[in-house]
């Protein structure tokens, strides 16, 4: 069974501060995606990483995905209380029909 | 706003009833997958539809199945409600059945069974 284990479950930090999310598994993705879902919403697709060792820039947000395609990671710079919600991580498999989500990191940047 | 719709928004069943929550694509879209979501989890995929045909299942009973029609909209049914089945359920289209295309979530049918 396909795992992926987000670290951490939460995150409190004030606004300005740097946070980096991470997301692990002991399987291997065809491709990994980063979503940010706020209350009572679905969530919204922030990028997409398919190759391993790829890194994507979105304004002040850095996604890496793993060398080996195992695991990624969320890097956010000089954090907003915009950024404030559950940030999902979701990998593909092999078969591409099945999407595996993470469990979630609830983020809360205080003004 | 994604283009996928959802309905309806809120509902209330009774244990043992039976649910059918109904999702719009995204114009052009050719896939539909179906997530269930607890509270304070991450979502669950339930199966995906891809040109009216299921195109794969995760680990949920019978009693959840689903239905694609030729304008690609699509239907997910639950029978004999459980207390465990309240969640978000949430649909999201793409093109082709791979998530390296991008994939598009709709706002979620929140289901409460009591």
């Known amino acids: 069974t396909q795992l992926l284990e987000q670290s951490p479950q939460f995150l409190s930090i004030q606004e300005g501060e740097n946070l980096t999310v991470y997301c692990n598994s002991s399987s291997v993705f065809s491709s990994l995606q980063w979503y940010r879902q706020e209350p009572g919403e679905g969530p919204v697709l922030l990028v997409t990483?398919?190759?391993?060792?790829e890194v994507k820039k979105l304004k002040r947000l850095t996604f890496q995905f793993g060398d080996a395609r195992k695991d990624s990671s969320l890097h956010i710079t000089a954090a907003q209380p915009g950024d404030t919600g559950l940030y999902l991580c979701a990998g593909e498999n092999t078969g591409g029909f099945k999407t595996i989500f993470g469990a979630g990191t609830r983020l809360f940047v205080k003004a | 706003e994604t283009g996928v719709t959802q309905s309806p928004t809120h509902l209330i069943k009774t244990r043992g009833q039976q649910v059918t929550l109904r999702c719009s694509s995204q114009?052009?879209?050719?896939?539909v997958s179906w997530y269930q979501q607890a509270l304070g989890q991450g979502p669950q995929f339930i199966f995906q539809?891809?040109?009216?045909?299921?195109?794969g299942r995760g680990n949920f009973p019978p009693r959840f199945s689903g239905l694609q029609f030729p304008n690609y909209s699509s239907e997910l049914n639950v029978n004999a409600l459980e207390l465990d089945d309240s969640a978000l359920y949430l649909c999201?289209?793409?093109?082709?059945?791979?998530?390296?295309?991008?994939?598009?979530f709709g706002e979620g049918s929140w289901l409460t069974v009591v």
């Open positions: 114009s052009g879209h050719n896939t």
């Open positions: 990483v398919v190759t391993g060792g």
């Open positions: 999201a289209s793409s093109i082709g059945g791979y998530m390296g295309n991008t994939i598009y």
């Open positions: 539809y891809y040109r009216e045909e299921e195109n």
